[in-house]
């Protein structure tokens, strides 16, 4: 029985985070601090902050929307990219640690008094995957009893995560978010393109279309 990617994701983050809640220095040893990747060249940073949290609530809600998600677009990944469906799906989770802070680097790189942490743009990037994949099913808020297809949704969170970051009202880094389900999007047609044969954009249309007609 293969080891779930996704289960070991949330291991790791997990161990890492709880040893940060008591830990000062492990915090300010991983978290993203711009002036540090651009005056220090510590680029280390864009992939550890995503293996810390800020609290117990931070980390249970992260961990629990990659669960939810990450092990179907994991087995996903192994349909349509075989033996490599593993290798794949845990380089689009490191890279999108990455690749969603890179406007928050260029916006605040000489900000001392920026800080962020999380896995929430990685997240971001495999629940976008999901929707890809899945655009009919539907998906709600916790705690809230209203379910909607996915795409429309998703569609919602970007709309919801790009007024929130114009505002700035709190300290949540919502670029991150929008800049994480983006590039998820991008990263699952451009590998299905190059390593599979599956049509992934085209079905996600193919579904919408049929989901219009049926009205």
């Given at each position: 029985?293969?080891?779930?990617?996704?289960?070991?994701?949330?291991?790791?983050t997990?161990?890492?985070?709880?040893?940060?809640?008591?830990?000062?220095?492990?915090?300010?040893?991983?978290?993203?601090?711009?002036?540090?990747?651009?005056?220090?060249?510590?680029?280390?940073?864009?992939?550890?902050?995503?293996?810390?949290?800020?609290?117990?609530?931070?980390?249970i809600?992260?961990?629990?929307?990659?669960?939810i998600?990450?092990?179907?677009?994991?087995?996903?990944?192994?349909?349509?990219?075989?033996?490599?469906?593993?290798?794949?799906?845990l380089?689009?989770?490191?890279?999108?640690?990455?690749?969603?802070?890179?406007?928050?680097?260029?916006?605040?790189?000489?900000?001392?008094?920026?800080?962020?942490?999380?896995?929430s743009?990685?997240?971001?990037?495999?629940?976008?995957?999901f929707?890809?994949?899945?655009?009919?099913?539907?998906?709600?808020l916790?705690?809230?009893?209203?379910?909607?297809?996915?795409?429309?949704?998703?569609?919602?969170y970007?709309?919801?995560?790009?007024?929130?970051?114009?505002?700035?009202?709190?300290?949540i880094?919502?670029?991150?978010?929008?800049?994480?389900?983006?590039?998820?999007?991008?990263?699952?047609?451009?590998?299905?393109?190059?390593?599979?044969?599956?049509?992934?954009?085209?079905?996600?249309?193919?579904?919408?279309?049929?989901?219009?007609?049926?009205?």
């Amino acid at each position: 029985m293969e080891l779930s990617i996704t289960l070991i994701i949330i291991v790791v983050t997990t161990l890492v985070s709880i040893s940060g809640f008591s830990s000062h220095k492990i915090i300010d040893d991983l978290i993203f601090y711009p002036p540090a990747v651009s005056q220090q060249k510590q680029w280390w940073r864009f992939l550890t902050c995503g293996f810390i949290h800020a609290d117990w609530g931070h980390l249970i809600f992260n961990m629990y929307a990659l669960y939810i998600f990450g092990i179907s677009v994991e087995k996903a990944f192994m349909g349509i990219f075989g033996q490599n469906g593993g290798l794949i799906y845990l380089l689009l989770y490191i890279s999108a640690l990455i690749v969603c802070l890179l406007p928050t680097y260029r916006k605040h790189k000489n900000n001392y008094y920026y800080r962020s942490l999380g896995a929430s743009g990685a997240v971001s990037a495999v629940i976008f995957c999901f929707i890809l994949l899945d655009p009919l099913q539907k998906l709600g808020l916790i705690f809230i009893p209203i379910m909607i297809p996915g795409f429309i949704f998703g569609a919602l969170y970007l709309v919801a995560s790009s007024l929130l970051d114009r505002r700035s009202l709190d300290n949540i880094n919502h670029s991150a978010h929008i800049w994480g389900a983006l590039y998820g999007v991008l990263f699952l047609i451009v590998a299905s393109r190059f390593f599979s044969g599956y049509p992934v954009l085209e079905n996600f249309i193919g579904q919408i279309q049929g989901w219009l007609r049926s009205f």
